[in-house]
């Protein structure tokens, strides 16, 4: 039986396979309106800020997102206007990597790879030296495993034994599965937020 599109998370999602994931969470996306986007994000938004984690955190990695994404801009500024040293990434299509840079100002974002906004590549972070990060995913399941666009550049970040930051995974409601299919290589995280939600998982990743 095929799974109806929805933005709520009381559905029964188990999803066989990556692609039919990735339709089904394309579909709920292409479903909201820009009101309830703006809506959710800033509920998003609140709760990452909150969480103890974050609000100890000196060395953030965050990101940028994509249009179909919850807006992680107003989390980038917030993180500025804390003081915190804001690291975001940069991605190299040719070597399939993800490096990632600190960012002083919003006016020095530029637009990079995938046609995502990217910092300047002035003064690189070392894995070791981020004490948070924020995980993009298509989709999540409700035990931290993630599932990505395809690309594997956050798997094979997360994977390198110097990141020892907490994982912090952030999407809306209705990127949020029962479960996702996962292989080998796909690293869950540690924390879950949603608008609605925060959950927390032990996989002995994080800090």
């Given at each position: 039986?095929?799974?109806?599109?929805?933005?709520?998370?009381?559905?029964?999602?188990?999803?066989?396979?990556?692609k039919t994931a990735r339709n089904l969470i394309r579909e709920r996306l292409?479903?909201?309106?820009?009101?309830?986007?703006?809506?959710?994000?800033?509920?998003?938004?609140?709760?990452?800020?909150?969480?103890?984690?974050?609000?100890?955190?000196?060395?953030p990695l965050l990101f940028v997102s994509m249009g179909d994404e919850f807006d992680t801009k107003p989390i980038i500024k917030a993180a500025l206007q804390d003081g915190k040293r804001v690291f975001l990434p940069r991605v190299y299509l040719r070597e399939k990597t993800m490096r990632h840079f600190r960012l002083v100002s919003m006016e020095a974002l530029r637009v990079g790879s995938y046609g995502i906004e990217e910092p300047p590549d002035d003064e690189e972070a070392e894995p070791e030296a981020l004490d948070f990060i924020l995980v993009p995913a298509r989709a999540f399941d409700v035990r931290g495993n993630r599932l990505g666009r395809g690309g594997g550049y956050y798997d094979r970040f997360l994977s390198d034994p110097r990141v020892r930051a907490t994982r912090c995974g952030a999407a809306y409601?209705?990127?949020?599965?029962?479960?996702?299919?996962?292989?080998?290589?796909?690293?869950?995280?540690?924390?879950l937020v949603t608008e609605s939600r925060t959950l927390r998982f032990r996989h002995g990743y994080g800090a």
């Open positions: 039986m095929r799974v109806q599109p929805t933005c709520g998370h009381k559905v029964d999602n188990r999803i066989v396979d990556k292409e479903a909201l309106g820009a009101e309830e986007r703006a809506e959710r994000s800033a509920r998003i938004l609140e709760r990452v800020r909150g969480l103890p984690e974050f609000r100890a955190s000196r060395a409601d209705c990127q949020v599965l029962d479960e996702v299919p996962v292989s080998a290589t796909d690293v869950p995280v540690d924390l």
